[in-house]
C-alpha cells in the first residue's frame, strides 16, 4: 500500500475516534499572534492534488469561518452569568468553548460546581432569550468573506452552510448578513441530528447537491469543522482568521490552511 495512503487512512481513523470522545471537555487553548508568521506559506499542500476531482461544491462553518460573532456571544452569556450572579468573562476565555454547540457552550461558560442539568438548562434558556435579541449588535462578515462568495458564485461553485449553532439562528444570520448570496443548503443544530464532527448532515447536504465528498471542500476554523471533513471524506480547509489554532487545524486532519478568503480561489485554480 502506499506510504501516503496508509498514513491518511490512520489519521482518518484516529479523528473519528478522538472526535466522540472528547465531548463534554471544556477546553483551554494557547492562542498566540501569527502576524510574524505572514512570510509563511499557510496553505499545506499535504494531500495528492493530482488525485482530486475538480470541487463543485463548499460547505462553510458560520461562526469564526464567514461570521466574526464573538463579542455578541460573549456579551449574550456574560449578560446571563451577571444575572445568576456568576463570575464573567472576557471574550478571548469564550473562543475556547465555541463549536461543539450551545449545550457545550453554556455548561463550560458555568462554574465547575453549578454545571448540573438544571443549572444548565435554566442557563441555556436565558442565553437562548438574550441571543436572540443581541445576536446582530456587532457580529459582522469577515475582511473579504462577501468578495470571496460572490466570487464563487460566478464561478458556479455551489455553497452550503453547516454550524452547530443552533438551526434557526444559523438561518436567520445567513440570511441577515448574506441576502444576496445563494446557499442551496443553510443548516444548523437540529433535533435527532448529530452535531458536527458527525459526518450525518454533511452527508446530507452532499446527497441534495448530487456531489461525491472529494468533489467539496469543508471550510471552517476548529478542530471540529476539521474532523467533521475527515470523517465526511470532504477535503479539509482550514482559516487562520478564526477561533480556533493552527496546531488544532494541523492535528485534526486539515489538508489546507488559508490566510485569507481570498486563498481559496487559489486552490479552485
Known sequence: MNI???????????????????????????????????????????TILGSKKDIKAIIFDLDGTLLNTIDDIADSMNTVLNSLG???????????????????????????SYRDDASVYNALNAMKQHYASGYANKTKPFEGILDLLE?????????????????????????????????????????????????????????????????????GDSKFDMQTAVNARCVAVGVSWGYGTRSELEMNGSQFILEKPADLLSLLN
Open 4 to 46: 501516503f495512503l496508509a498514513e491518511t487512512i490512520c489519521q482518518k481513523i484516529t479523528i473519528y475516534f478522538i472526535s466522540f470522545t472528547n465531548s463534554g471537555i471544556c477546553p483551554t487553548r494557547t492562542r498566540r499572534d501569527y502576524n510574524s508568521d505572514r512570510n509563511k506559506v499557510l496553505i499545506r499542500r499535504d
Open 86 to 112: 456568576y463570575p464573567l468573562h472576557r471574550s478571548n476565555v469564550y473562543l475556547n468553548y465555541i463549536g461543539a454547540g450551545l449545550d457545550s457552550f453554556v455548561r463550560c461558560a458555568l462554574p465547575e
Open 151 to 219: 466570487e464563487l458564485l460566478k464561478r458556479d461553485i455551489r455553497l452550503a452552510v453547516l454550524s452547530n449553532k443552533r438551526d434557526e439562528f444559523t438561518k436567520i444570520m445567513v440570511s441577515t448578513y448574506f441576502p444576496a448570496i445563494h446557499f442551496e443548503r443553510v443548516l444548523g443544530d437540529r433535533q435527532n441530528i448529530a452535531l458536527k464532527p458527525d459526518p450525518t448532515a454533511v452527508m446530507e447536504i452532499l446527497k441534495a447537491l448530487h456531489v461525491a465528498p472529494e468533489e467539496a471542500f469543508f471550510v
